[in-house]
């Protein structure tokens, strides 16, 4: 390995967040509508991480990497409670607008279910290559020497980083404050790390989540767009303390044990031998 290989590998969760913030705001440049650029931005972290894992572990790494995608073994309560998840956040919203009165009453965005159909299934696919670089790659990293919360935590300034640039003018966040948006990623990212634990490390369920709290916003038609911001911050950030609350003090302070190594290498996979055992989501979680 090169030197510079084995700079980037020692410090591969900086300039994984580094490199993905810089490309992402390097996308707001891009001779494209501003409604594109978020199409744009969800391939970053991905085109990153296995660029990185290409460099410092080669095609097998890449290939430890690529292969989450094919992981698909999640009990159906947890996709049924994922799903829900993301609309009772959403609903929470909307309820707490007509309390408020910004908005007179709940209703839907007014599709076709066609529509709506093509919406739900745009944004989960565009989840994917965003969960694979973000909870494929850089949070089993990070879990290995932190706790989920801190790894939900770090994980969460870096994703709320890079979404700033949509806040650029031009760009589909332009006028709205950042604060906002800022702490909504923070929150979500803890709680799609105690997702993805519950999940045995798979993007499926992360994936479905991102893409489930985000088709929702259906539901929150006719919410000004800087009170919805502040709506969904808040009560995101509540959901995240929920979420630490009933995970328990192991989800904020033990790590997960150190990653398999079996060719010698780092491949950001969860022990499944005899450590794995020993910190399995239920010894994390009680």
């Not at 948006?181 to 803890?190: G, P, Q, R, Y």
């Not at 709506?231 to 979420?243: D, E, F, R, T």
Request: aromatic share 8%; charged share 10%.
């Amino acid at each position: 390995m090169n030197s510079i290989a084995a700079c980037v590998k020692r410090q591969a969760l900086a300039v994984f967040c580094a490199l993905t913030i810089a490309l992402s705001f390097a996308a707001t440049q891009l001779p494209v509508p501003g409604e594109i650029v978020p199409v744009v931005m969800v391939f970053v972290p991905t085109l990153v991480a296995l660029s990185l894992t290409a460099m410092t572990d080669g095609w097998e790494g890449v290939w430890a990497v690529a292969s989450k995608l094919g992981q698909w073994r999640v009990r159906l309560k947890w996709i049924i409670s994922a799903l829900a998840l993301g609309l009772v956040l959403r609903m929470t919203m909307s309820g707490i607008a007509v309390v408020l009165g910004l908005i007179p009453a709940i209703h839907l965005r007014p599709w076709t279910p066609m529509q709506l159909a093509i919406f739900a299934v745009m944004l989960f696919i565009f989840a994917i290559p965003e969960e694979l670089g973000w909870r494929g790659y850089a949070l089993p990293k990070l879990l290995t020497t932190q706790s989920p919360l801190v790894a939900g935590l770090i994980i969460g300034v870096a994703w709320g980083a890079l979404h700033l640039a949509l806040h650029l003018p031009g760009m589909i966040y332009a006028g709205a404050p950042p604060l906002p948006t800022f702490l909504e990623l923070i929150a979500l990212s803890v709680v799609m790390t105690w997702l993805y634990i519950h999940s045995g490390g798979t993007i499926l369920l992360t994936s479905l989540f991102h893409g489930a709290q985000s088709f929702f916003v259906i539901v929150n038609e006719g919410i000004p767009l800087e009170q919805q911001a502040w709506l969904m911050a808040s009560v995101y950030v509540v959901a995240a303390l929920i979420v630490v609350i009933a995970a328990g003090p192991r989800f904020a302070r033990k790590p997960i044990a150190p990653v398999a190594t079996t060719s010698g290498r780092d491949t950001g996979q969860p022990n499944r031998g005899r450590t794995g055992r020993a910190c399995s989501r239920s010894n994390i979680l009680q």
